[in-house]
């Protein structure tokens, strides 16, 4: 299982990174043709940045999950003992999953429609736009299942004193509680 999720995590990297360069080229080349040599320019490169940057977007949000990296008020949590911190942490990520949950189900609902109009883009390229709403519900299921990891880590977590030593950055967030997340997993 850990050498699945560590190729899973290896092809999401690559298609982050490679779509970000994709994006920078596509862009700088959009600005240096258009003062340079207009006739040169191409009319659907500023639309391509855009469907590449909602795709960048859904996959990191998913990547950030995975590494705590999201943003949160954790006024309360801070206040609270170990274990009252814990679950605090797993109705945090029970409420997330609903929310990608309802991410996943609109997006899938988006795609159809798209794909039952025939939807396309305004540029020469004509693009279906379901390639690019596809973002949403392959994005909004890749948080649910780093979601569900986490869910399943925080609510798994034993004290420290009986579980072992390894650390992450949610273990950061409990103080006196070891929990391995699916990073962790994916590390070892």
């Not at 490679?18 to 862009?27: E, M, P, R, S, V």
């Not at 003062?35 to 500023?46: E, I, K, N, V």
């Not at 911190?85 to 159809?112: E, M």
């Not at 650390?167 to 070892?188: C, E, F, Y």
Request: glycine residues 8%; aromatic residues 10%.
């Amino acid at each position: 299982m850990s050498r699945v999720l560590n190729l899973l995590n290896r092809i999401e990297e690559w298609v982050i990174v490679t779509l970000t360069g994709g994006t920078l080229l596509l862009a700088c080349y959009s600005m240096v043709s258009r003062y340079l040599f207009p006739r040169g320019s191409l009319d659907w490169t500023f639309e391509v940045v855009i469907y590449m940057m909602g795709w960048i977007v859904f996959l990191c949000a998913a990547r950030l999950i995975a590494h705590d990296g999201h943003i949160r008020v954790d006024v309360l949590v801070e206040t609270a003992g170990p274990r009252l911190k814990r679950w605090l942490l797993v109705v945090s990520a029970l409420f997330g999953i609903v929310i990608t949950v309802l991410l996943t189900w609109s997006g899938v609902l988006v795609v159809l429609d798209a794909l039952r109009w025939g939807e396309t883009s305004s540029s020469s390229l004509r693009v279906p736009m379901w390639i690019y709403y596809l973002c949403l519900p392959v994005g909004g299921l890749l948080m649910t299942l780093r979601l569900l990891g986490v869910t399943w880590s925080l609510a798994m977590a034993r004290p420290v004193a009986e579980a072992g030593s390894s650390h992450s950055n949610w273990q950061s967030q409990l103080d006196g509680v070891d929990i391995a997340t699916p990073a962790d997993r994916m590390s070892k």
